[in-house]
């Protein structure tokens, strides 16, 4: 009889969740390793397992993706930059669904100590990822590197602010879900003060990152996490939202929060709105397939050229999940994408479980964040795809509708 310490599928599973708990937030090549080690237990499961599990409606969403990505990249294959990098950005769309059969037999032979192992050491990568944002912030010396520089004012962690912030506010609300089921899950968390450490940093740094787009996210998402555990501070938090809105609008004419939040002619809000347009107008020239894979940031300078954009010294993405889908992939990749977000919210709703209500809103922070920025970097893809890939694998197994 297999055993953890036996089963060399489960033991190449585990170490590979290991790399991605040290490098989700501070090194993509770190991540890399959890991909390849992942890969091989992924096809031998899949191989075992693919009639018995039923493929979640939700992955059909990806693996549309994924196709209609292929598609759209040969068609548009003569106009490619950097064609390799296009065709690997598909790749996510595809581990979206194929992680989740690894997954599924992890969760059937794991105990608990495996997964506060892992909490704890994704817990310390957290935590000690503050502190180097705070020295290259405030001090401007990287402890990492052992250097001084020229460091943004805004904290990024190991990596940069942007990608800091939307992680951390990501990584806050599944960690104050996990504070609120404690009591279910005390054999995972219970003595680990290591992880709730690490919950109560990641919302520091969302203030020390100061990324409005992951403030939006969390301020979506939080009143309906509250609901199921704290329905009277939920029905506040909306109402305290509501006369916000109201203030910010009322006193946005002036001052600091003019020029952060509504002014569209001055500061980051110009490129957002620039972008936004820019994408617009490559959607309505290339409707059917886009203009291919990681394609839109390339044909920028020639898109705000042809339609006399502003902001015309920034070509970067669209700032907008749909946007950039609808500008690499066509009409279709927005109908895909938002069809994905729309079934896995379904789906974990549906489970009618502490671990649904906490991914769904999770997705909520993720879609309303969307909107003001890409997220499908490398940092929250791995984020946001392993996140689906483990809601799945603990959906099919709790709903016993397999046989590994």
């Known amino acids: 009889m297999l055993t953890e310490t036996t089963d060399k599928k489960f033991k190449w599973i585990y170490w590979s969740m290991v790399f991605l708990a040290l490098g989700v937030i501070s090194s993509p090549t770190v991540v890399s390793l959890f991909h390849i080690l992942i890969a091989i237990p992924a096809i ?30 040969f068609v548009n294959l003569d106009t490619l930059v ?6 690997q950005e598909l790749k996510f769309y595809l ?22 192992r892992l909490l704890q050491i994704l817990s310390f990568v957290i935590i000690v990822g503050f502190f180097v944002g705070i020295s290259k912030a405030w001090f401007g010396f990287d402890p990492v590197k052992w250097r001084f520089g020229d460091y943004h004012i805004r904290s990024g962690g190991f ?6 912030g939307y992680a951390s506010s990501f990584l806050f609300l599944l960690g104050l879900s996990m504070y609120f089921n404690r009591e279910k899950i005390k054999n995972i968390v219970s003595g680990s003060k290591l992880i709730w450490a690490a919950v109560i940093f990641c919302f520091l740094a969302i203030g020390t990152a100061q990324t409005r787009g992951a403030v939006l996210g969390l301020l979506v998402a939080l009143p309906f996490l509250l609901y199921r555990y704290r329905p009277r501070i939920a029905k506040g938090l909306v109402g305290l939202g509501f006369l916000f809105g109201i203030t910010v609008v009322a006193a946005s004419f002036t001052g600091v929060i003019k020029n952060r939040f509504i002014n569209i002619k001055d500061g980051s809000n110009t490129v957002r709105m620039s ?18 894979p990681d394609q839109f940031s390339y044909n920028v300078p020639r898109i705000k050229k042809e339609y006399d954009i502003w902001a015309k010294d920034y070509s970067g993405h669209a700032h907008n999940i749909f946007l950039e889908h609808g500008a690499n992939y066509g009409v279709l990749g927005i109908i895909l ?15 009618k479980s502490a671990f649904g209500w906490a991914i769904a809103s999770y997705i909520m922070a993720f879609t309303a964040a969307g909107q003001v920025e ?3 970097d490398n940092t929250n893809s791995h984020i946001m795809f392993f996140i689906y890939s483990l809601s799945q694998a603990l959906r099919i197994k709790a709903n016993e509708d397999f046989k590994l």
């Open 44 to 73: 031998l499961v899949f191989k075992d397992s693919y009639k018995e599990v039923k493929i979640p409606k939700s992955s059909w969403f990806l693996i549309a993706l994924f196709g209609w990505g292929l598609i759209s990249a």
């Open 82 to 87: 950097k064609p390799g990098k296009a065709f």
């Open 95 to 116: 581990f979206g669904w194929l992680f989740i059969y690894p997954l599924i037999y992890f969760a059937k032979n794991t105990s608990a100590w495996r997964w506060r």
């Open 159 to 164: 990596t940069n602010y942007m990608r800091y």
């Open 275 to 292: 972008q936004f347009y820019s994408a617009a107008m490559a959607i309505k020239d290339n409707p059917v397939l886009g203009l291919g």
């Open 337 to 351: 994408l938002f069809g994905f977000l729309l079934v896995w919210f379904i789906e974990m709703v549906s489970m």
């Open 374 to 376: 890409l997220l499908f």
